[in-house]
């Protein structure tokens, strides 16, 4: 489950050389919230999905977009909980709410709302448009929920070069896809980011992930740093959120710039 300090003290950046907020068509007629943000190179280098956790479509993943543009890459935020609405003011983020039950409670029920197939083909929606719109490769970049759905996304969408996944869960609920049941399907590079002192993702599910998988991987578990550790961690956890990002930003150099 993701957690929701009292603190969120994230770093914060500078705006993107472009940046526009603009509604996404998807298949069923919805108009979903879209923010991208643009490095002077436009889509040309590629793109990256990035995909929220269970709070959404907040300043957080936007910033964290504008931070993917400085290594060269296109970078879109899209709100899959576009369906649902918003939280009310007061709950919209976790640095607004801590550690209120009420607040968690809201979340997840609105997350629980998202089915897995609504979201695969929101997110092929995404894929194709940022293809469209000249990225000739896309990542996509999910967290705690967004993990566990990028981890799905890798095995039943197409068009994506490669996924990245920060604590992502393992497994889930009845009637949800389960990263360890499809771990089989996947054929694109996976980079998986994992906490150490995560009690909900624990080590032998990691290990049989790493295990089940069948492509390019990079499994790392950071000792020590908790669920959601990008985040929250900024000054106690900074050793692994460097290595984590130095290793994120150097597979979508791997995966995302064509050779020569």
């Known amino acids: 489950m993701c957690t929701a300090p009292d603190d969120d003290n994230g770093a914060r950046t500078t705006a993107a050389f472009k940046e526009e ?58 709100d899959f909980f576009g369906r649902q609405g918003d939280l009310p003011e007061s709950m919209r983020a976790p640095e607004r709410t801590g550690t209120r039950p009420e607040a968690m409670a809201r979340a997840m029920k609105r997350a629980e709302q998202l089915s897995d197939e609504r979201f695969i083909a929101d997110m092929q929606t995404a894929v194709d448009d940022l293809r469209a719109r000249g990225a000739r490769r896309v990542a996509c970049w999910g967290f705690c929920m967004g993990g566990r759905l990028a981890y799905v996304a890798a095995a039943r969408g197409s068009g994506l070069a490669a996924v990245v996944g920060y604590y992502g869960h393992l497994q889930a609920p009845p009637g949800r896809l389960a990263p360890l049941e499809l771990a089989e399907e996947i054929r694109i590079p996976i980079l998986a980011i994992f906490g150490g002192a995560d009690p909900g993702i624990p080590a032998d599910q990691i290990s049989a992930f790493r295990d089940a998988l069948r492509t390019d991987k990079e499994v790392v578990t950071y000792p020590g740093a908790p669920h959601g550790f990008l985040r929250y961690g900024a000054t106690e956890h900074k050793a692994a959120i460097d290595d984590a990002l130095q290793r994120t930003y150097g597979f979508f150099s791997r995966v995302l710039t064509p050779a020569g």
């Open 21 to 78: 907020e603009r509604r996404l068509a998807a298949g069923d007629g919805a108009a979903l919230r879209e923010f991208i943000a643009q490095p002077a190179t436009g889509f040309r280098r590629g793109a990256v999905l990035m995909i929220h956790d269970i709070w959404g479509y907040t300043e957080f993943y936007k910033d964290l977009a504008r931070r993917i543009t400085e290594h060269g890459y296109a970078a879109a935020l899209v």
